[in-house]
Nanobody, 124 residues
Framework: VLLVESGGGSVQPGGSLKLSCEAK????????MAWFRQTSGSAEREGVA????????MYGDYVKGRFTVSRGNGKNTLVLQMNDLKPDDPGAYSC??????????????????WGPGTQVTVAS
């Protein structure tokens, strides 16, 4: 599965960004997709948000209430709306995907396919 991310950039604290991820040339009814990030303050990629089997959503505690994950217009597109971005949020945001039984949890080991990542910067 080829995952292509877009939408990274730089904003001021409190600003918003929208990230998109498309699973290219792949159609699977139970494809789970997620966003992870690698920040300067974390040793490993941490889960940001996911939609499991296209239905239920899960979020990392540090983004609840600020970020919203949704399916884009295409079934294999995942959108992450990030609001109220904070100084702790910058990093490389990567899209991940998995087919069942993978993708049931917001953990790195649950996902098999990874995009190259897009950079998010939050600076005054």
């Amino acid at each position: 599965v080829l995952l292509v991310e877009s939408g990274g950039g730089s904003v001021q604290p409190g600003g918003s960004l929208k990230l998109s991820c498309e699973a290219k040339d792949y159609a699977h009814p139970s494809l789970s997709m997620a966003w992870f990030r690698q920040t300067s303050g974390s040793a490993e990629r941490e889960g940001v948000a996911t939609i499991v089997l296209g239905r239920s959503t899960m979020y990392g505690d540090y983004v609840k209430g600020r970020f919203t994950v949704s399916r884009g217009n295409g079934k294999n597109t995942l959108v992450l709306q990030m609001n109220d971005l904070k100084p702790d949020d910058p990093g490389a945001y990567s899209c991940a995907a998995a087919t069942y039984p993978g993708g049931m949890k917001l953990t790195r080991s649950s996902f098999r396919f990874w995009g190259p990542g897009t950079q998010v910067t939050v600076a005054s």
